[in-house]
């Protein structure tokens, strides 16, 4: 059974930053890891993703420029830098996984039907 676990989230003013990490354990064969977010009233979004072999990543709109999606494999942690942070930020952040494959031009829907592997999520928020 694949774990997945956040960790990292706060309370932060606007502009300054947060790093998130999700530790991962019990895997097989993870093949594409990402961070989703959901804010209080809103649909679950795509933030970005990473694939696990080559370290490819791609980025929602939102976040491009200021997030950075990255890996420790030899730690099984999956990490999310966040910089410039704005209060549209603010959401639980969920780290999700999945061990089936997908095209890239499937992965950059970022879309949560295609994990299959979510944690429990941490909460950030971002004051003005």
């Known amino acids: 059974q694949v774990q997945l676990v956040e960790s990292g989230g706060g309370s932060v003013q606007a502009g300054e930053s947060l790093i998130l990490s999700c530790a991962a354990s019990g895997y097989t064969n993870l093949l594409y890891m990402g961070w989703f977010r959901q804010g209080t009233g809103k649909e679950r979004e795509g933030v970005a993703i990473?694939?696990?072999?080559?370290?490819?990543?791609y980025y929602a709109d939102s976040v491009k420029g200021r997030f950075t999606i990255s890996q420790d494999n030899a730690k099984n942690t999956l990490y999310l830098q966040m910089n410039g942070l704005k209060p549209e930020d603010s959401a639980m952040y969920y780290c999700?996984?999945?061990?089936?494959?997908?095209?890239?031009?499937?992965?950059?829907?970022?879309?949560?039907?295609?994990?299959?592997?979510w944690g429990q999520g941490t909460q950030v928020a971002v004051s003005s």
């Open positions: 990473i694939v696990r072999n080559t370290g490819s990543t």
């Open positions: 999700a996984a999945t061990d089936r494959g997908a095209t890239w031009s499937r992965l950059t829907r970022l879309s949560r039907a295609d994990y299959n592997f």
